[in-house]
């Protein structure tokens, strides 16, 4: 019997995906272990593997498509003796495969009752034209449609061969179709300060549309909800790190250029320890409970093309300097290279984002839920400070701003983590031993 494949779910908060690549063409045979194609998820694109083998009958969404389901079905498999006649009841019964690529057929009797007599409710549900044109739009971008009441036969679909996906239809709520009718009937408007009469047109400058990928999509919605749902709090405190950097200076003396120890490295190092000293800071919100972790999982925002994700550090209190270093430098690579597994991006329990190597003196950064906390850094600067006596003298100082849920973590817990933090910066003795 033919088997079907579906679109996979290649993480738990998965929805839905790009089918990037086919790897694999109609008529081909497969075995198992073979990359049939590549998705594209909200972090990484991924290879997928066949499970099963035999012959590759149809392709049913093709590749560069977007916004595909997860279980959506994509292709189907021929068993081991089995031919295209053997899909045929499959593909003529199965509802998913239809709707894939095109709006459900309708007789052409039953196109005629519904121009003369249009039923409002099935228009909405299934989305079906007063015409006998067909309706290319994906299932979650129907689904969309009928929940917002939106006729799909007036929207302009940008995906593969003109079909219509989700953006389109989250665009066409947000700039519904009589928006521009309603623009071109408004009044002038008059610039006072240069009497010039600008028409309602003019009143935007021309743009250049880059569309959202998965992975930006995702970064939008996960911090809306936490800038919603999450109350933040901020704890800033400036560290002294001459000593660190004459540390570092010494251990990277006589090291080959891959073995070196940068700033972020100590950083990372002074915040597991730190971690491991106040352990109540490690924690995250679960409603009717707080979770205090026992291993501190660090998050490292690594910026990459189109987005942000965060590999992870995991038990990095119980590793060196030196091997926090390396594993750092490969999960940043592999992120940037778009091939980090998801068990190497998901989870963590605090979050560092580090902007100091591009010249920012201070910032707040936004919590990463469910984590507590995400601690911010800044560029190590020269400034002028007072010691005990009144004296000026000048010392290279680090701006580092904890952002804390305080459902999860008080303002003295947050200030014991930073004191810590600041101890094994200002001392990097302490982080090797």
Known sequence: MPVQILMPALSPTMTEGNLVKWHKKEGESVEIGDILAEIETDKATMEVESVEEG??????????????????????????GEDVSAMEAMTSGASSIESSVSAPKVSAAEQERKISKPDSN??????????????FA???AKRIAADKGLNLSTMQGSGPHGRIIKADVENAITFPTGLATELEKAPKISNNIIGETMAADELFPSYTKVKTNNMRKVIAKRLTEAKQTVPHFYLTIDCHIDALLKARLQMNDNVEKHEKISVND????????????????????????????DRVDISVAVAIDGGLVTPILRGSELKSLGALSQEIKKLATRAREGSLKP??????????????????????AVINPPQGCILAVGAGEKRPIINNKGDISAATVMSCTLSVDHRVVDGAIG???????????ENPVMMLK
Not at 122 to 135: A, E, F, L, M
């Open 138 to 140: 994906t299932p979650v």
């Open 266 to 293: 100590f950083i990372i190092k002074a915040m597991a320890c730190a971690m491991g000293d106040v352990p109540k800071a490690n924690a995250s919100w679960a409603g009717d409970h707080i979770k205090i972790y």
């Open 343 to 364: 068990q190497e991006f998901q989870g963590g329990t605090v979050s560092l984002s580090n902007l100091g190597m591009f010249g920012i003196k201070e910032f707040s």
């Open 415 to 425: 200030a014991q983590f930073l004191k810590a933090f600041k101890n094994y910066i």
């Open 55 to 80: 012959t590759l009958g149809k392709i049913i969404i093709p590749e560069g498509s977007d916004d595909v389901a997860v279980n959506e079905l994509i292709a189907i498999l021929l068993e081991e």
């Open 122 to 135: 099935i228009s909405q549900i299934d989305n079906i034209p007063s015409s006998k044109s067909r309706i």
